[in-house]
């Protein structure tokens, strides 16, 4: 699976869209980009998922650029309930393989 | 629909003794993946298991840890003579299933179990 790069942390006003980058340079054509999220000591929570094309739901918005080597996860408008760690993952399918690696994330501080 | 559900959430053994952690996938999810982690670091993969099968233990510590998913009831992470270097957030996650990626094998995850071993 391809490896990411994430900054270690970040800060965003409360109100202000939250917007998460990632680095993934070595991404193959079948990996999906794969968003979670771990508030404090909780299990991870899946926010969103994309292979080529943008993608939003209820929780976030997942830019992908054109030649796949990074990706955005924008929160429109941030709340303290999102100050989390972020983990940008990437994977592809294969059967056997459908484990997640999880990389140090980014610290998302969202601040009144 | 329930989660993933995980018990117990805290688990307190003392050296040498053996700790069974179980996990409840969802409705529907036929697919089970324990991961480990460890104070101030991520999570690490450790087993993959379907009903019955064990598919992918590459993140399984050599001695001393094995897992089960039965046909029927939980899967069971077992930890046998546990040391203080076992003492972690155990989590466990399910999917539906793994065909064609995407979607359908999204990982939900349970609230975990803190294990204390002193």
């Known amino acids: 699976d391809a490896k990411t790069t994430q900054p270690p942390s970040m800060d965003c006003a409360e109100g202000r869209a939250a917007n998460l980058p990632c680095n993934h340079s070595?991404?193959?054509?079948?990996?999906?980009v794969y968003w979670y999220r771990q508030i404090h000591s909780q299990g991870p929570q899946y926010i969103i998922h994309g292979l080529k094309n943008n993608e939003t739901n209820e929780m976030a918005s997942l830019i992908i650029t054109e030649d796949r080597k990074s990706s955005t996860l924008i929160l429109p408008h941030a709340t303290l309930r999102d100050t989390a760690v972020y983990y940008c993952i990437v994977r592809g399918w294969s059967f056997g393989n459908e484990k997640l690696t999880f990389g140090t994330g980014t610290r998302l501080t969202i601040i009144p | 629909n329930a989660g993933v559900m995980q018990n117990p959430r805290h688990l307190v053994r003392r050296r040498g003794q053996e700790a069974r952690l179980r996990c409840s996938p969802m409705?529907?999810?036929?697919?089970v993946y324990w991961y480990r982690q460890l104070p101030e670091e991520g999570l690490k993969f450790m087993v993959y298991l379907q009903k019955e099968n064990i598919i992918d233990e590459s993140g399984m510590p050599k001695e001393r840890f094995s897992a089960e998913f039965p046909k029927e009831g939980p899967s069971i992470l077992r930890i046998q003579q546990v040391v203080r270097g076992d003492s972690a957030a155990y989590f466990c996650?399910?999917?539906?299933?793994?065909?064609?990626?995407?979607?359908?094998?999204?990982?939900?995850f349970g609230a975990g179990t803190r294990l204390s071993v002193l």
């Open positions: 070595t991404i193959s054509g079948n990996e999906y």
């Open positions: 409705k529907g999810h036929s697919h």
């Open positions: 996650a399910s999917s539906p299933q793994t065909a064609e990626g995407g979607t359908k094998n999204i990982q939900y």
